[in-house]
């Protein structure tokens, strides 16, 4: 017979083992999540603007600008040396006369895309995530003020988000 | 104190299994916990 103080002993040790495994096991599946939605560098690195803007989510710099310079993105570093604006490097994206196999995706899965946003691109010729992934800098800037406020496009990270919609549908 | 210690060494060498089995319940309960989290 196991003696009272043996049993509830056991009883704690094995509390003790089930809450160190409940801790462990949500630690594990959180750690396994990031590891599935971690940034597709691999992917980013055709797009330099794309990768710049990862870059500098995962080191926020100081603000030390204004607010709107910031998101617009057009700077990161006080000490950087100023970019002129290139207002001759903008491009317009390439379109396609319509949507492979006769149906685009939803747009709207972006986050910060509407409807009439969607509209708008489609009327670019653009109807695929793959296309907005392509999207290099010149193109945003060609594409803000076009059908985006200037700085919207980069600031909710359409490039990025259409990356991993597009690498989620392959 | 040295007594308690004894004890706990006694315990998990018998008892190992069930902390195993135990410690792989809470493991499971913690990984599906967070998939419920995100559902809702």
Known sequence: ???????????????????????????????????????????????????????????????????????????????????????????????LPAPREGKGDNLRAIKGIGPKTESALNDLGIYHYDQIADWSGAHIDWLEGRIAVKGRIRREQWVEQAVLLATATV | MAQLWTTLLFLLTYYWPYMAAAALVGLVTGWLSLSQGEQG
């Open chain 1, 1 to 95: 017979m196991i003696p009272l103080e043996h049993i509830i002993e056991i009883a704690l040790l094995i509390l003790a083992a089930y809450l160190a495994g409940c801790v462990l096991g949500y630690g594990a599946h959180r750690a396994f999540r990031a590891h599935l939605h971690r940034p597709r560098f691999a992917r980013a690195a055709e797009l330099p603007d794309a990768l710049a803007a990862v870059v500098e989510q995962a080191d926020p710099p100081p603000p030390r600008r204004s607010a709107a310079r910031r998101l617009a993105g057009a700077v990161e570093r006080e000490d950087a040396v100023p970019v002129p604006q290139k207002a001759t490097a903008q491009q317009r994206p390439p379109g």
